[in-house]
């Protein structure tokens, strides 16, 4: 599926339960996107695999809203390295059972909704690797944060600390928590 003009004008994708899909469309080219959500795809590697004809090119620039969720072998926005994918636009972010993704720097963030999913059946993803350190450090405008059912987490991170214009913070259902630093 590498024609993709019918989808230039999209503004808002959804993908939900797509078990046995393992690409997408080059969504980072959509020119319109603002609204993206990716949810139950257990093979997708990448949200766009595509090739970009130079390292000056940029994707997802006009992304506001992201959902990423149940993507146990997502591992990179873009196959593509050497891309710029600054997310300039992104203020809403929510974020579960994504385990080996690598994210980029995030500094139009507004609010984050960080999380693992249990079914039950399934074993609890390691998303507590993925919360502390490598996401909240470059978060400077965050207003929002949203951490829920992260059951094996002992105390949050110092990193906290560094959001200086914080206004709201949710914690549910970290049976583990033990502490929340207020460490300067």
Not at 16 to 38: E, H, S
Not at 52 to 80: G, Q
Request: proline share 6%; net charge negative.
């Amino acid at each position: 599926m590498r024609n993709t003009s019918i989808f230039e004008g999209l503004v808002d994708i959804t993908f939900y339960n797509c078990n046995n899909c393992q690409w997408l469309p080059p969504l980072g080219k959509f020119p319109c996107l603002t609204t993206l959500y990716v949810c139950g795809m257990r093979d997708l590697k990448y949200i766009d695999d595509d090739l970009y004809e130079s390292t000056s090119k940029r994707a997802f620039i006009l992304v506001k809203n992201l959902t990423l969720r149940d993507l146990p072998n997502l591992e990179r926005m873009l196959k593509s390295e050497g891309v710029e994918m600054l997310l300039p636009q992104l203020s809403y972010f929510n974020i579960s059972s994504v385990p080996k993704l690598a994210l980029p720097s995030l500094p139009s963030l507004e609010l984050l909704d960080v999380g693992e999913i249990n079914y039950g059946l399934w074993p609890l993803y390691k998303v507590v690797d993925l919360f502390p350190e490598r996401i909240v450090c470059s978060m400077h405008n965050l207003k929002l944060l949203i951490i829920i059912n992260f059951h094996k987490i002992k105390v949050l991170p110092d990193d906290l600390h560094s959001l200086s214009v914080l206004e709201e913070l949710h914690i549910s259902r970290c049976d583990e928590l033990e502490s929340i630093s207020m460490h300067a």
